[in-house]
């Protein structure tokens, strides 16, 4: 069957292959140690799932408006004020099945052909593929551990071309968990007001900080600024929600229309009882952050003490996310792809390698899993190391 040629251009996603094989070897009986996950590995609170069951109860099981429940979008215009700073009418928000469709369909509204996309690299393996699917060209500013992941104000710059529509900024970052801090945050504004760009803001892991990290949207730096950003967040990562498909977009009245046209033709509304359990999220107790925060926090220290403890490896230290982003010495004599397969199919290691993130002398390992767990796998990391 001949497909079409825009499907040509979109690779499959690694990740999600790695986790599948890791499953798979698990299912085998094999003891396999896994830090492939994106998603944190609590369950949702509880005061969440009710709220969606009560809405079950009350027969919210109906198609709602395409855009949203509104109360939703009310209570999404409340949380960008009060955390975020940022002046957002209900009317500006399009509630969409997680922060990825919400990305999607930006790129889907905004993005002709010729149009390049600036993304920092290492990315989230879907930016690229997103901007390709839209017909955009992906321009990638490389950086790397010695510059802890981030691109300077410098780099943005020199990226800049006459056809270039787009940033795509992500902090706390996956895969890198670095975290721009507020003046570095500020002097990159700069950079995009004067070349007069827009920004999308990925701040899906704004609440997953450690040792006193700060997040500060870039929309939220000056009224230039905020002209310029679109923000893209969801539910899934600050309280555990992966599966409930709920994210949103907030920006420009136009773009917001425009993206509740195309979503009202591709997915319509985010399953209608699943937004309730949203609004408990935003408008409910908010120590769900705090408990999974501290216990992320712990395994943060064991993770990175241990990684940097291995000859070989350069792992800066994470401000935020659940990651651990480890940069290859080329001594070791392997590349990522390698590194990583051997690790798993020998030692049942189970790590995302760096191509998946356009860094193929990194690997990625996740944190969201238990003490237990990560303790094992280093002492099975740190023998293959020791072999090499
Ligand atoms: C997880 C993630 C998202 C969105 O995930 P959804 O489950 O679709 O809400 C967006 N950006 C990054 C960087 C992520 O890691």
């Not at 855009?67 to 940022?86: F, T, V």
């Not at 997040?215 to 899934?236: K, M, Y």
Request: charged share 20%; hydrophobic share 40%.
């Amino acid at each position: 069957m001949k497909l079409a040629a825009r499907i040509g251009q979109v690779s499959p996603s690694l990740t999600l292959a790695i986790s599948a094989k890791a499953k798979a070897m698990a299912t085998e009986g094999l003891d396999v140690c896994s830090f492939s996950a994106g998603e944190p590995d609590f369950n949702t609170p509880d005061h969440v799932k009710e709220a969606a069951k009560t809405a079950l109860d009350e027969g919210k099981t109906r198609y709602g408006p395409a855009a949203g429940e509104p109360k939703l979008r009310e209570a999404i215009a409340r949380k960008l004020q009060r955390d975020n700073g940022l002046t957002y009418d209900s009317s500006q928000i399009l509630v969409t099945n997680g922060g990825k469709q919400s990305l999607y369909n930006l790129m889907q509204v905004l993005i002709e052909p010729g149009d390049e996309v600036i993304i920092p690299s290492p990315y989230w393996v879907s930016y690229p593929d997103m901007v390709k699917l839209a017909g955009g060209t992906p321009v990638l500013v490389q950086t790397d551990a010695s510059s802890n992941f981030k691109i300077s104000p410098e780099q943005l710059r020199q990226a800049i071309t006459p056809r270039t529509k787009l940033l795509v900024f992500n902090s706390p970052s996956n895969p890198t968990g670095m975290v721009y801090s507020p003046d570095e945050v500020r002097a990159l504004a700069a950079v995009v007001v004067a070349a007069d760009i827009l920004v999308v803001s990925d701040e899906i892991y704004e609440k997953i900080l450690y040792d006193g990290a700060e997040h500060l949207s870039i929309g939220a730096v000056s009224p230039e600024a905020f002209q310029r950003t679109i923000i893209s967040n969801g539910f899934a990562k600050a309280y555990a929600m992966t599966g409930w498909r709920v994210g949103y977009l907030a920006g420009d009245p136009a773009l917001i229309k425009a993206a509740t046209s195309l979503q009202g033709h591709s997915t319509s509304n985010v399953c209608t009882f699943a937004q309730y359990g949203a609004i408990a999220a935003l408008e409910g107790p908010q120590d769900c952050i705090g408990i999974m925060g501290a216990a992320f926090a712990e395994r943060r220290k064991v993770m990175i003490d241990r990684l940097n403890a291995i000859p070989g490896f350069s792992c800066p230290t994470p401000g935020g996310a659940f990651y651990a982003f480890i940069q290859l010495d080329p001594a070791l004599g392997l590349d990522s792809m390698d590194f990583c397969t051997t690790l798993l199919d020998q030692h049942y290691v189970a790590t995302i390698p760096g191509v998946a993130f356009g860094a193929s002398d990194c690997f990625r390992m996740s944190y969201a899993t238990d003490l237990g767990t990560i303790e094992k796998g280093l002492d099975r990391l740190t023998q293959f190391v020791k072999s090499l």
